[in-house]
């Protein structure tokens, strides 16, 4: 089994910034892909972005999220989503996500293990 703890979340205001992390424990991860998705009140979860936990390869990171960035630090296990230039938009909840397959990486049905979410809520 594989624990996720997501924190970072808040609110800010349009044009800022929040990092979210996301810790893992439980069994090795060193071969996992980790992604982060975001669910707005009545949306489907989305994809955001994902990366190897080596961080050899981040995977797509949607171009209409150009203000984010996905990076690990293996030596504390934990993966970061770094977001600039916040819009009301980008307001959800952020879940980290943890997976063994290398295929199918945008879909939040690839993945096996799920933290239990953080808020992030931009206003104007």
């Known amino acids: 089994q594989v624990q996720l703890v997501e924190s970072g979340g808040g609110s800010v205001q349009a044009g800022g910034s929040l990092r979210l992390s996301c810790t893992a424990s439980?069994?090795?991860?060193?071969?996992?892909?980790m992604g982060w998705f975001r669910q707005a009140p009545g949306k489907e979860r989305e994809f955001v972005a994902a990366i190897r936990w080596n961080g050899t390869r981040t995977y797509a990171v949607d171009p209409v999220k150009g203000g984010f960035t996905i990076s690990t630090d293996n030596a504390v296990n934990t993966v970061y989503l770094q977001m600039n230039s916040l819009k009301p938009e980008d307001t959800g909840l952020y879940y980290c996500a943890a997976t063994a397959a290398g295929v199918g990486i945008s879909r939040a049905g690839t993945y096996e293990y799920w933290g239990q979410g953080t808020q992030v809520t931009v206003s104007l």
């Open positions: 439980g069994r090795t991860v060193s071969n996992y892909v």
